[in-house]
T-cell receptor, first 115, second 112 residues
């Protein structure tokens, strides 16, 4: 089973709202990732967690706040977003550490619209 | 800078024909390559990968070829079906690097 699940599938929020995206995997993977994908573009890395610790922050604005409650869960907390933050947010996981060449498996994504 | 890119942004294929999607990379230190398929409204789906110690790897109806001499990667899809219509991304990763670098993507459209 190589399934990564994400909820919600769609999210519409105002610029003053606070919301959270959730990601879950039960493959025992130790690295988890958040990506942002704009239409017709490849995914862009945002954050990387390795063994439940934040390892990489790709200079993401503080209005995005990741959290890894346990080895299976990854959250992305959203606050005071801008309309240009509207995108598909993808979660991925891989088996080993972040410098391994293990395959990254992606979830279906959350389509976020900021009004 | 060093990057992974695709030769063509779009590819139109007749159903039943074979498809070839190309990708060039510039970093000779890259040692892991992967192809993803992304259908509309979905996340990228792993298709096949290859490591730099191999030249060819086959899966179900798909073959990935790696030419390290010219830094070229290709994905061949046999007997293309309507369900193969999607955006295909190549990606590469270097040893001891955390980042998976994606190409720009090729949109494949299968004609009935």
């Amino acid at each position: 089973d190589t399934e990564v699940t994400q909820t919600p599938k769609h999210l519409v929020m105002g610029m003053t709202n606070k919301k959270s995206l959730k990601c879950e995997q039960h493959m025992g993977h130790r690295a988890m990732y958040w990506y942002k994908q704009k239409a017709k573009k490849p995914p862009e890395l945002m954050f990387v967690y390795s063994y439940e610790k934040l390892s990489i922050n790709e200079s993401v604005p503080s209005r995005f706040s990741p959290e890894c409650p346990n080895s299976s869960l990854l959250n992305l907390h959203l606050h005071a977003l801008q309309p240009e933050d509207s995108a598909l947010y993808l979660c991925a996981s891989s088996q080993g550490g972040i410098t391994s060449t293990d395959t990254q498996y992606f979830g279906p994504g959350t389509r976020l619209t900021v009004l | 800078g060093e990057s992974v890119g695709l030769h063509l942004p779009t590819l139109s294929v007749q159903e039943g024909d074979n498809s070839i999607i190309n990708c060039a990379y510039s970093n000779s230190a890259s040692d892991y390559f992967i192809w993803y398929k992304q259908e509309s409204g979905k996340g990228p789906q792993f298709i096949i990968d290859i490591r730099s110690n191999m030249d060819k790897r086959q899966g179900q109806r798909v073959t990935v070829l790696l030419n390290k001499t010219v830094k070229h990667l290709s994905l061949q899809i046999a007997a293309t079906q309507p369900g193969d219509s999607a955006v295909y991304f190549c990606a590469e990763k270097r040893s001891n690097d955390y980042k998976l670098s994606f190409g720009a993507g090729t949109t494949v459209t299968v004609r009935a």
